[in-house]
C-alpha cells in the first residue's frame, strides 16, 4: 500500500445488501486498533449480499472505496473482505493423526498435518473452503486441548467448523474488488467477522450466539466453550418486512421503509389498536391513514418468523442440547422497535442487543449496529496482521479457494 513504512494500515470492505462500506483502520505499535474513517455508498444490484450485475456493484464498491480514501487521505490497495450469501454452508468435521515420534511427543509438524487432512476434506461439487475454524484437540485419553504440542499421545484428533460456498459467487465479489486494481488480502465470514467486534474471550467460552439482521440476509454464528460450533446464512433480512408493508398496505417502498422506521414495532400493544397513522401525500400519493395495529401485525409476522427459522437451526444441532449461553442481537435490521422483546419470547435463553468493543476513533461508529460486522472485520485484520507476517495480495487467498477457482479457469 502507499501509507509508508512506519503505519500499519489495514482496510475492510463489506458489500451488503442495502449499502457497501469501507472501513480504513491502523494498527498502532502496541497493538491497539484506531479507527480512521469509513467510506459508505448505497449498494446496487446486490441481493441477499449476492452480486447480480457485475458493473454496477463494482461501481458502488469503487465509490465506497474513493470516499474512504477521501477521509483519511490513504491510497487503498488492499482489503480485507466480508463473504457471505445464502449459497454459504457449514459442516463439523474431525480428523486424526498417529504420533510416531520419540516419547510420543506432538509437535507442531502434527498440527500442520492434521491441518492439511481438513483441507483435503471433500465437498460438494463445485465449492471451495472458506474457513477451517479449529474448534479444540482431542489426545488419546479423551481430554481435549486447544495446544497440544509437547505433550504425549499415541493419537491426536483435531475437530474443525468448516465454511464452504459456491467458488463462481465467492469470485465473483473477489473478482469485482481485484479489476478495480485492489488486491484482496483476506477474507473472512461475515458472522465470523461480526462475533469479533462484540463478544468478549469470555462471553464465547460462556456460550454465545450472534444473531446479525442485515437488510438482505439474516446470518449467525455460536460459539461453545470459546469455539465455533455452527453457523447459518438466512437469505431474509430487514427488506422483506419492508415489502410486505408494500404489500400489506399498498403503499411504496420508500414511504414503507420510512414507516418501518418511525412508526413500526415488532410488538402488538392492545392499547394501540385504534391508533391511526397519517401518511402526507405526495405528487403521486394521495394522503392516507392506516391502522398502527396493521403495521406492526405485518412487522411482526416476518420478524418471528425469522427468529423461529434460525431457532429451529440452532436446535436441530448437535451443540444445542448443552447450551447454556446468551444470544446477541446486532444489525442495521436490529434497529425496530420491540425487537429485543420479541427476541426475549422466542428464544429459551437470555437475548441481549450486542455492543461493539470501543477502539481509538470516531466513537459515532461504534453505535451503529448495522456497522458491527465491517469493524469486526477489522479486528480480524488487525489479529491477522499480528500473529502472521504480512504476504502480499491475493497469495493470502485461502489455498483451497484459489485450486479451485484455478480449475475452472476463473483466476
Given amino acids: 500500500m502507499f501509507w509508508g513504512k512506519t503505519r500499519n494500515i489495514v482496510v475492510a470492505l463489506e458489500v451488503g445488501s442495502t449499502k457497501v462500506a469501507a472501513a480504513v483502520g491502523e494498527i498502532r505499535p502496541d497493538g491497539t486498533l484506531a479507527l480512521l474513517g469509513i467510506g459508505e455508498g448505497s449498494s446496487g444490484q446486490v441481493r441477499k449480499c449476492e452480486i447480480v450485475d457485475f458493473e454496477v456493484a463494482q461501481g458502488c464498491i469503487r465509490d465506497a472505496l474513493a ?7 490513504v491510497v487503498v490497495a488492499e482489503v480485507y473482505l466480508t463473504i457471505t450469501g445464502a449459497h454459504i454452508r457449514s459442516s463439523n468435521t474431525r480428523v486424526t493423526t498417529v504420533i510416531n515420534h520419540d516419547g510420543d511427543e506432538i509437535t507442531q509438524e502434527h498440527l500442520q498435518e492434521l491441518h492439511d487432512m481438513a483441507t483435503a476434506q471433500p465437498l460438494p461439487a463445485d465449492h471451495a473452503i472458506v474457513h477451517h475454524l479449529l474448534q479444540h484437540y482431542v489426545l488419546d485419553d479423551g481430554s481435549t486441548t486447544d495446544n497440544p504440542v509437547g505433550l504425549a499421545s499415541k493419537q491426536l484428533t483435531a475437530h474443525f467448523h468448516q465454511v464452504y460456498g459456491l467458488a463462481t459467487r465467492l469470485q465473483t465479489t473477489i473478482r469485482c474488488v481485484k479489476e478495480l486494481s485492489i488486491d484482496v488480502k483476506n477474507y473472512a ?8 467486534a462484540v463478544l468478549s474471550r469470555n462471553q464465547k467460552q460462556l456460550g454465545a450466539i450472534v444473531i446479525n439482521l442485515g437488510g438482505g440476509v439474516s446470518d449467525y454464528i455460536a460459539y461453545q466453550k470459546g469455539a465455533v460450533v455452527h453457523t447459518g446464512i438466512l437469505g431474509v433480512g430487514g427488506d422483506h418486512l419492508t415489502n410486505d408493508i408494500v404489500s400489506g398496505l399498498k403503499i411504496p417502498y420508500a414511504k414503507a421503509e420510512q414507516l418501518k422506521k418511525t412508526e413500526g414495532s415488532v410488538i402488538l400493544n392492545p392499547a394501540e389498536k385504534d391508533d391511526r397513522i397519517t401518511l402526507p401525500g405526495a405528487y403521486n400519493f394521495e394522503e392516507r391513514q392506516i391502522y398502527r395495529e ?28 448443552d447450551f447454556a449461553g446468551t444470544v446477541y442481537v446486532t444489525g442495521g435490521a436490529s434497529q425496530v422497535n420491540g425487537l429485543l422483546e420479541l427476541a426475549s419470547q422466542i428464544f429459551p435463553c437470555p437475548v441481549e442487543l450486542a455492543h461493539q468493543f470501543p477502539f481509538d476513533g470516531d466513537q459515532n461508529y461504534g453505535r451503529r449496529p448495522d456497522l458491527s460486522t465491517l ?14 507476517p504480512a504476504t502480499r495480495g491475493f497469495a493470502r487467498v485461502g489455498q483451497s479457494l484459489r485450486r479451485a477457482l484455478a480449475s475452472m479457469r476463473l483466476i
Avoid at 406492526?296 to 436441530?316: K, V
Fill in 294 to 321: 396493521s403495521l406492526n401485525t405485518i412487522m411482526q409476522a416476518r420478524q418471528a418468523e425469522i427468529f423461529e427459522i434460525i431457532l429451529e437451526d440452532l436446535q436441530n444441532a448437535s451443540f444445542w442440547p
Fill in 375 to 388: 469493524l469486526g472485520l477489522l479486528h480480524y485484520a488487525r489479529q491477522a496482521e499480528l500473529e502472521v
Fill in 67 to 73: 470516499e474512504a480514501e477521501r477521509k483519511t487521505d
Fill in 189 to 196: 465470514l461475515s458472522s465470523y467477522a461480526t462475533a469479533q
